[in-house]
Nanobody
Framework: QVQLVESGGGLVQPGGSLRVSCAAS????????MGWYRQAPGKQRELVAT???????NYADSVKGRFTISRDNAKNTVYLQMNSLKPEDTAVYYC????????????WGQGTQVTVSS
């Protein structure tokens, strides 16, 4: 099992910045990728950004150029730096860890609220 604990959410004004963190623990040795997803009220959960163990990143078009995902392998932690935040970025942000061997398994954190409002 993998445990994921997010932190760093909160309230920020439009145009502001925020960084959320996700610390992984437990059986983390064969995690292939980690990432962030978000879910706004009344909407489906959507991908925000992912990063593989080799450092390859992938972003949703809506956040490209504004958000940066990174990881500290020594701390088993993944970060999401969010700049130029917009009200439409308001959502619960969930950390994800994915294993692909011997089968695909996704692990989720409990979520952290990010609210962008003046």
């Amino acid at each position: 099992q993998v445990q994921l604990v997010e932190s760093g959410g909160g309230l920020v004004q439009p145009g502001g910045s925020l960084r959320v963190s996700c610390a992984a623990s437990g059986s983390i040795s064969n995690i292939n990728a980690m990432g962030w997803y978000r879910q706004a009220p009344g909407k489906q959960r959507e991908l925000v950004a992912t990063i593989t163990t080799s450092g390859s990143t992938n972003y949703a078009d809506s956040v490209k150029g504004r958000f940066t995902i990174s990881r500290d392998n020594a701390k088993n932690t993944v970060y999401l730096q969010m700049n130029s935040l917009k009200p439409e970025d308001t959502a619960v942000y969930y950390c994800n860890a994915k294993k692909t061997w011997p089968r695909i398994v996704n692990y989720w954190g409990q979520g952290t609220q990010v609210t962008v409002s003046s």
